[in-house]
């Protein structure tokens, strides 16, 4: 597609059930990066994606967080036992990589997946 | 690991004034830094970079940034603000030799008076 696609746009769920977001990259990007965007909180950093490299994790805030990216294309974020600190928006953002290896560090950003957490 | 500062939660300012949106790294070394803008109730968008070179970077919708390694900061500038330049601003800083993933700020809020 033209850019990066998240579904769904808007979740609202009870607190402990288990919630899947999912992320469409750019065609061609092999950089894929999930953030979480709470208010006043700025952007964090959840996991990071790059080719066939393990993923790095290292942002992930609980072991109820998990992500896949499969044929190294589609992502998905998990959320298992949702609780209402979980209450955010959830933007993908892909970007291509440069012939060094390392991405080259502009992002193409999806509009996000709101997570409400009731 | 590298962190970013903006100072300012918010930053209000009348139309056709010029505009700053400050932004320092905490790191020294050879920063990749960036700037992104998000609409309102819109995903974010990339402004501006600097990589290397010219400490002056000029980016989308007249936005610029001056990179000084010795203050070690990264500030937005447009000479003249508009109504529809009111959004949230995000300073980034990356580190490929590292392989780590961009680290932002946490925003900025801008909001142009007519």
């Known amino acids: 597609g033209a850019g990066v696609s998240q579904s769904p746009s808007n979740k609202v769920t009870e607190k402990g059930k288990d919630v899947e977001l999912r992320c469409d990259p750019i065609?061609?990007?092999?950089?894929l990066y999930w953030y979480r965007q709470s208010l006043g909180q700025g952007l964090e950093f959840l996991i990071y994606f790059q080719g066939n490299s393990a993923p790095d994790k290292s942002g992930l805030p609980s072991d109820r967080f998990s992500a896949e990216r499969t044929g190294g294309s589609v992502s998905t974020l998990t959320i298992q036992r949702t609780q209402q600190e979980d209450s955010a928006v959830y933007l993908c953002?892909?970007?291509?990589?440069?012939?060094?290896?390392?991405?080259?560090?502009?992002?193409?950003f999806g509009e996000g997946s709101r997570l409400t957490v009731l | 690991a590298q962190s970013v500062a903006q100072p300012e939660d918010q930053v209000n300012v009348a139309e056709g004034n010029p505009l700053t949106v400050k932004c320092t790294y905490s790191v020294s070394g050879n920063p990749y830094l960036f700037w992104y803008v998000q609409y309102p109730n819109r995903g974010l968008q990339f402004l501006l970079k600097?990589?290397?070179?010219?400490?002056l970077v000029k980016g989308s919708y007249g936005f610029e940034a001056e990179f000084n390694k010795s203050q070690t900061s990264f500030h937005l500038k447009k000479p003249s603000a508009l109504v529809s330049d009111s959004a949230l601003y995000f300073c980034?800083?990356?580190?490929?030799?590292?392989?780590?993933?961009?680290?932002f700020g946490k925003g900025t809020r801008l909001s142009v008076i007519a």
């Open positions: 065609s061609g990007h092999t950089a």
């Open positions: 953002a892909s970007s291509l990589v440069g012939a060094g290896g390392p991405p080259l560090g502009e992002l193409f």
């Open positions: 600097y990589i290397t070179g010219d400490n």
């Open positions: 980034a800083d990356y580190r490929p030799q590292e392989n780590t993933p961009l680290v």
